[in-house]
């Protein structure tokens, strides 16, 4: 009965969202004031406090049935190793997000409606983490297109009808190759269901009998999951769907939903396929070459876009690929390095969002050319962008640079590794790190001509303003209120702390990785 | 214990007062009191530094993870670089005050001045690769301040150009520190601890991560293929940054190649091989290349920039030959050039000071201007063609007889022969600014010294006497090597 407690924390924020929904439904008046933010901000909150109560609890390794679909399909939660790191990540995240959000929505009509899928998102990305089996995740999977779907619609605008639809078709799309993987794995399986053990379920029989059919399955469910993780060709809606409010773009395109997807992929390669299979086949190499082209192509797109948040959406592709890259090396070295970069991209990639949302609430300014001489005025938030900026980048002391390490250092050792064998597919690895190195070019281009122009804008020949009027102007300051600044500084505080103090961390991911592959 | 804050001082405390300064508004006001503490922070600094460099401890700082850590100690080459870096910024830096009078918002300059010393040293100390490399990138980015200090168009985006070319230079050596943190430890010691025997079949692979470094690092020094922000960087730059940029910045590229070479891989791991082969090459064209764009370039500041890139191709074209004589020579070119084009770019921020001019061909008649000024960059001048017996001539004996005795093939004869031709160049490009200055031409009427009153109007004290002690300097060592001599032929006794 204990193990019911891991349902919890999944299905709370769902009551609680779904009740703040028939509350909006059935004209409650009150649900629109303070009321509506103590509830949010309380549900979230708690469910937080739970997660992290039960990360530290004994539950781990425990199963807990819900409910019997048919015969072998059942929504089964698990607390593993891996579940509890993203759950854990999640459970941080998520109660700084909403305390940001609830300052950026303070002045928004329909908020109660924003809030109630907000807090829904919680559990249903919750239930990604924890689930137990394919089919659970699966399930979770497209829920959570559902509940995002309408905070992607939330601005109402022609744009964000049309960014809205593209995020349905292409989320519903890809989770509809994952299905043909699911199938498989459930029919090709050695213990009957789709449960996640480490190291694959695959029976024998099936994985030299069936290989190359397999290996086109895997390449069909990897593209498909890929789709939430914005891979090549099926990113155009993340770019798109920055119409968003910008907690949307931030909590749930940089994190919650595309790395939903980039964990649905690690889950299926190292839980379901198992690694071992995996690794050396040209199903391997497709995949790789596939996240490759994601980084060059995200990371160039992003120099090229001016929109600032659509900017920040481009680099998700690329860094999102980072990930994709470390877990398609499929070693546990690899694993660990993907985990790695999920960690620290999930911080650096929130507070730059951040910043920009800021920039956006206190001055209306969406595009980079407009940030002229920003970084004097809001000293605050453009500090912590540096940081996120820096990390980004991959500047050692940041925590950018050890998962760029880690990823780097993953890809050199397998390379050599294949070499050895004598495997063709022996130059992607290396090839991957001079495309990380390219990649992390690119983010500087991107992420620092942004800071140049807020902390040095230009001063035009023919202007007549002394150093005077220019010092009045300066004085302005419009750094948002504590609600906004102190996510930032808690993010901004933990990339510096990653990128100091790794350890735990590393030998964490390593755990996880040494478990899995 | 004593002992290791003397080696860990010099780094954070330049960093700390120039935050400091930038953080005060009361010296935005109060501009004498700034320039005192500025000028009395490079003095003690200097004092800070030599006690550093006595000091025989390895310190380490933090470290990130057990392969990643922040540490330092002093060698003959952090003495090199330390004592070079510390001295220059000193000199420079009391130019330095007398030179921003006339331009806007000091503070942010002296600030991110301070702050990019603290951080050199760092370089200069590192005892590892990922040290280095920390140090490398921190000094991109606190060294942008100072190339677009003037914040118009022309400057933003030569200091973005710099920036982009610098981060993409550290990128590319990141590969080759990737792939060496595999095969070998990235600590430095004299000759390189790589054992050949481990690479086995990436061998291939490790060339090209070398070389990857080596352009990647040589970026800073200006290096063909990525030179390119060096001559739109310099002349944006305030002169006194330019100074430092070229003289102490551009050596920091230097100091990644020695490190790596000898320090990491040792010089036999790529002897003969077509990383030797490609890098003398490079190293070659650059400086034949540098010199000839110097020679048609008329603005002066990026004339100075152009020789820049040919003289330090001087000095990895040296450390290139593998060869004890030719590193010797290089490390004394090191010495050379830096106090050279620190008194050349001076010189030619005093004129713009002065007169505003830019131009060369504006400059004719200089010698009435300041006639004492220009016989010293005539004294400078003469030390970078080589003449004896200033300092250029040392290093280049040097340079050339290592050359001969490296057995390159047919690089140890070129080799000589690109340097004979760029000393051409080079008397070629600086020295019509000398007879153009005394000896303008009997149609020369100079009205508009006379207009302006320009005549005999020598620069301020402060910006003198740093010119003055870069240029006798340059000659007392050409004159007088000796000493500086036997200590680099000590460090390269130890790394081959």
Known sequence: ?????????????????????????????????????????????????????????????????????????????????????????????????????????????????????????????????????????????????????????????????????????????????????????????????????????????????????????????????????????????????????????????????????????????????????????????????????????????????????????????????????????????????????????????????????????????????????????????????????????????????????NLCGAALSYGSSIVEEGKWGAFLPVLGVAVILYSAL???????????????????????????????????????????????????????????????????????????? | MEENVRLILPIFFPI????????????????????????????????????????????????????????????????????????????????????????????????????????????????????????????TLTSLPLVLHEKSRQAIMAGLKYLFYSVAGAFLALFGIFFLSGVTTLEFCAGGALDSAVLGQSRALFLVAVFCMLVGFGAKAGMFPLHGWLPTAHPVAPAPASAVLSGVITKSGVLAVIRVVYFVIGPESIRGTWVQNTWIFLTLLTVFMGSMLAYREPVLKKRLAYSTVSQVSYILFGLGLLNATAFAGALSHIVFHSLIKNALFLVAGAVIVTTGWTRTDEMRGLGRVMPRTLAWYTVASLGLVGIPPASGFVSKWFLASGALESGTGVWSFAGPAVLLVSALLTAGYLLPLTVNGYFPGSDFRGEEIEERQLSGREPSARMRIPIVIFAAASLLFGCFPGSLIRFLESIAAAVM
């Open chain 1, 1 to 405: 009965m204990k193990g019911f407690l891991l349902t919890v924390p999944v299905l709370l924020p769902l009551m609680g969202g779904g009740i703040l929904l028939l509350a909006k439904l059935a004209g409650h008046r009150r649900i629109g004031g303070k009321c509506l933010e103590r509830v949010t901000l309380g549900v979230v909150s708690f469910n937080s406090l739970l997660v992290l109560l039960l990360l530290c609890s004994d539950m781990w390794g425990r199963r807990v049935v819900l409910f019997r679909l048919y015969s072998n399909l059942s929504v089964m939660f698990k607390l593993d190793l891996m579940g509890g790191f993203f759950a854990g990540l999640i459970a941080v995240l998520w109660p700084l997000a909403t305390l940001f959000s609830l300052a950026y929505m303070r002045e928004e009509k329909r908020k109660g409606t924003f809030f109630a899928y907000y807090v829904m998102t919680y559990g249903v990305t919750l239930g990604i983490a924890l689930a137990g089996n394919l089919v659970t995740l699966y399930i979770f999977y497209e829920m959570l297109t559902l509940v995002t779907f309408p905070l992607v619609l939330f601005p109402l605008s022609r744009e964000a009808v049309l960014a809205s639809r593209t995020y349905l078709y292409y989320s519903i799309g890809g989770a509809a190759f994952a299905f043909i993987g699911i199938i498989f794995v459930l029919v090709f399986s050695s213990t009957g269901t789709s449960e996640f053990i480490a190291g694959g379920i695959l029976s024998t029989q099936a994985m030299t009998q069936q290989r190359d059919m397999l290996l086109l399955v895997y390449v069909l469910a990897f593209f498909g999951f890929g789709v939430k993780a914005a891979l090549l060709p099926c990113y155009v809606w993340l770019p798109r769907a920055t119409v968003a409010p910008t907690p949307v773009t931030a909590l749930l395109h940089a994190v919650a939903v595309v790395k939903s997807g980039a964990f649905a992929v690690m889950r299926f390669t190292y839980f379901s396929f198992g690694a071992s299979f995996l690794r050396g086949s040209w199903a391997q190499y497709t995949v790789m070459a596939a996240a490759l082209l994601t980084i060059l192509f995200g990371s160039t797109m992003a120099v090229k876009e001016i929109h600032w948040k659509r900017r920040l959406a481009y680099s998700t592709v690329s860094n999102l690929s980072y990930i994709l890259f470390g877990a398609a090396i499929m070693t546990p070295f690899g694993l660990a390095a993907a985990l790695c970069h999920m960690a620290a991209h999930a911080f650096m990639k929130i507070c730059s969002f951040f910043c920009a949302g800021a920039v956006m609430h206190q001055t209306g300014k969406n595009y980079v050319y407009e940030l002229d001489g920003l970084g004097k005025r809001m000293p605050a938030t453009f500090g912590c962008l540096t940081v996120a900026s820096l990390s980004l980048m991959g500047i050692p002391l940041f925590a950018g640079f050890v998962s760029k390490w």
């Open chain 2, 16 to 139: 700390a007062a120039g935050i400091f300064l930038m953080a005060m508004p009361v010296f935005r006001k109060r501009r004498k009191l700034e320039e005192g503490i500025v000028t009395a922070v490079l003095a003690v600094q200097l004092l800070f530094v030599v006690s550093a460099l006595m000091t025989d401890v390895t310190v380490t700082l933090w470290s990130i993870t057990d392969s990643l850590a922040l540490v330092f100690r002093a060698d003959g080459i952090s003495c090199l670089f330390g004592l070079l870096t510390a001295s220059v910024w000193l000199l420079s830096g009391i130019y330095s005050i007398s030179y921003m009078r006339h331009e806007k918002e000091e503070t942010r300059f002296f600030g991110f001045y301070l702050i990019v010393e603290g951080v050199l040293i760092g370089l200069d100390l590192s005892a590892n690769l990922i040290t280095l490399y920390v140090f490398y990138e921190l000094m």
């Open chain 1, 442 to 517: 690119m983010t500087a281009v991107y992420m620092l001509s942004v800071l140049v122009r807020a902390y040095f804008p230009r001063v035009s020949e023919g202007s007549l303003k002394t150093a005077e009027t220019e010092e009045n102007d300066v004085c302005a300051n419009c750094d948002p209120g504590w609600e906004m600044l102190v996510p930032l500084f808690i993010f901004a505080g933990v990339i510096l702390f990653m990128g100091l103090y790794p350890g735990p961390f590393l030998e964490l991911f390593g755990r996880i990785g040494g478990a899995a592959a």
